[in-house]
Antibody
Framework: EVQLVETGGGLVQPGRSLKLSCVAS????????MYWIRQAPGKGLEWVSS????????YYPDSVKGRFTISRDNAENTVYLQMNSLRSEDTATYYC??????????WGQGVMVTVSS | DIVMTQSPFSLAVSEGEMVTINCKSS????????????LAWYQQKPGQSPKLLIY???TRQSGVPDRFIGSGSGTDFTLTISDVQAEDLADYYC?????????FGSGTKLEIK
């Protein structure tokens, strides 16, 4: 059974940093692209970042480029999202996802990040 | 960036009825290389994470009931839910993954009368 468990969320002040982790199980982690997708309270979905299978290629939308960094550790079956210079508009539930748009796509349950003073 | 225009914003139907949700992309999502449309549909029930229903515009994810049907090509796509059940109460989203940045439709809230 595929499982994705996100941790690391919480309340953080504007301008500070936070690192999210997502531990995967139930599939061959190193064979899949991994994604972070967020959802502000009561709002729609926004893609945040993607990473290829070996971690050599990463992708971001302009809204987080230069502030967020995605990485992965295939030995630990874990994908990370380092978030720096956080803003109030980054407040959201952050979902980790395994190749979300193709056969077998799967999302974790999400972790809440609140940016507020 | 590819803009995904999803409609309607919300709809309310009775059990047993059929619903249609539309997504229109600002550019074609059809790959000339493999003839696949890079469009997915998701269902998000209250308090849950999104669940993949349809990928490549019309292929149903394993385990998804056959009353969920995806259709369309190029720039116009449709999710049809026939014989709506109470358990289908949810928000539905489309996603294009043809080009970066990946972009979602704004969502459709399905309510059951």
């Amino acid at each position: 059974e595929v499982q994705l468990v996100e941790t690391g969320g919480g309340l953080v002040q504007p301008g500070r940093s936070l690192k999210l982790s997502c531990v995967a199980s139930g599939f061959t982690f190193s064979s899949y692209w991994m994604y972070w997708i967020r959802q502000a309270p009561g709002k729609g979905l926004e893609w945040v970042s993607s990473i290829n299978t070996d971690g050599g290629s990463t992708y971001y939308p302009d809204s987080v480029k230069g502030r967020f960094t995605i990485s992965r550790d295939n030995a630990e079956n874990t994908v990370y999202l380092q978030m720096n210079s956080l803003r109030s508009e980054d407040t959201a539930t952050y979902y980790c996802a395994k190749d979300p748009a193709i056969r077998g796509g799967y999302w974790g349950q999400g972790v809440m990040v609140t940016v507020s003073s | 960036d590819i803009v995904m225009t999803q409609s309607p914003f919300s709809l309310a139907v009775s059990e047993g009825e059929m619903v249609t949700i539309n997504c229109k992309s600002s550019q074609s999502l059809l790959s000339s290389g493999n003839q696949k449309n890079y469009l997915a549909w998701y269902q998000q029930k209250p308090g849950q994470s999104p669940k993949l229903l349809i990928y490549y515009a019309s292929t149903r994810q394993s385990g998804v009931p056959d009353r969920f049907i995806g259709s369309g090509s190029g720039t116009d796509f449709t999710l049809t839910i026939s014989d709506v059940q109470a358990e289908d109460l949810a928000d539905y989203y489309c996603l294009q993954h043809y080009s970066s940045p990946l972009t979602f439709g704004s969502g459709t809230k399905l309510e059951i009368k």
